[in-house]
């Protein structure tokens, strides 16, 4: 099963979706795939904390700031579940390299494969993204570009994955497929 969980900042998305992912794993292993950049000692102790959470809840964490499709060699069984947190980190990592700035085209590209790789690879695959469109701010072309890029991927990965819950408040809210609450 593939489920997305969307919401705005500090609705909650994040709690559901381990939640869900602890409820959905029979037993295997569960794994977070992390996709925060650690570029700092304060970075450093933010990730530090969220990886003795996640283990107190069985999760074995993977820190894949980008290339996600990477952790699929890490499961040790075709029932594992995974949990991808989050889709905005990994579009801004993928966009953003030392390389210079991708265009939002392949950046959606690059993660949409790499995401359909960790959803062949796992059982369940739980993806947490952002609500990022609806503040009505005219922002600068560059975060335009990265605001397009993650719609693009949003889209994509609401058609193929089998249920859709926006989270706002932390209620979620079926828009796909069956209520996973």
């Known amino acids: 099963m593939v489920a997305l969980i969307i919401g705005g900042s500090g609705s909650g998305k994040s709690e559901f979706a381990e939640k869900l992912a602890a409820r959905i794993s029979d037993g295997y292993e569960k794994y977070y795939i992390a996709t925060m950049e650690i570029f700092d000692e304060e970075s450093e102790k933010k990730a530090e904390r969220?990886?003795?959470a996640r283990a107190d809840g069985g999760f074995r964490t993977l820190e894949t700031p980008r290339n996600v499709s990477a952790a699929v060699g890490t499961a040790a069984h075709a029932e594992d579940t995974a949990l991808l947190e989050c889709v905005s980190n990994l579009t801004a990592?993928?966009?953003f390299t030392a390389d210079g700035i991708?265009?939002?085209?392949y950046t959606a590209e690059k993660v949409l494969a790499d995401i359909k790789e960790l959803a062949v690879a796992f059982k369940n695959l739980?993806?947490?993204t952002n609500n990022?469109?609806?503040?009505g701010i005219d922002y600068d072309k560059t975060t335009m570009e990265y605001?397009?890029?993650?719609?693009?991927?949003n889209k994509g990965l609401a058609e193929f994955s089998d249920s859709?819950?926006?989270?706002v408040a932390g209620?979620?809210?079926a828009l796909k497929g069956e209520r996973l609450c």
Not at 132 to 135: L, M, N, P, Q, R
Not at 147 to 153: C, F, P
């Open 50 to 52: 969220h990886r003795m």
């Open 93 to 95: 990592n993928e966009m």
């Open 102 to 105: 991708k265009t939002c085209e």
């Open 126 to 128: 739980v993806i947490v």
């Open 132 to 135: 990022v469109f609806e503040d």
């Open 147 to 153: 605001i397009r890029a993650l719609g693009m991927i």
């Open 164 to 167: 859709v819950t926006e989270v």
């Open 171 to 173: 209620i979620p809210l």
